[in-house]
């Protein structure tokens, strides 16, 4: 998968996320918009319903079954769910242990 493949998956996480949203709590659906933390639009609970999102999105676009939230990942210093950007790389991270990787133009 590219990196504007992986954006695709996890912008379209964001709009059904948004869907069960009132319309002044919708996630901003860019790159730079803040998932987790201090400056995040989820608690732990959305994050995780976000991440198994988009999961699920990365297997049906792909064919390959990643975990996203494991011990390594809440084991860095910055987490990959502050906001979309980071997670994209950390999807591609994902992948390209898994082989299943295209780095293009926009990584």
Request: hydrophobic letters at 40%.
């Amino acid at each position: 998968m590219t990196r504007d493949e992986v954006v695709a998956v996890i912008r379209e996480a964001i709009e059904r996320a948004n869907e069960l949203r009132e319309p002044d709590q919708w996630i901003e659906n860019s790159e730079d918009a803040g998932l987790f933390g201090p400056d995040g639009a989820l608690d732990s609970l959305g994050l995780v319903s976000l991440v198994l999102d988009v999961e699920e999105g990365i297997y049906e676009a792909s064919g390959v079954r990643l975990v996203l939230a494991d011990e390594r990942a809440l084991a860095r210093r910055r987490s990959p769910f502050r906001d979309v950007r980071s997670l994209a790389d950390h999807v591609l991270e994902r992948l390209e242990e898994q082989g299943a990787c295209t780095r293009g133009p926009s990584s």
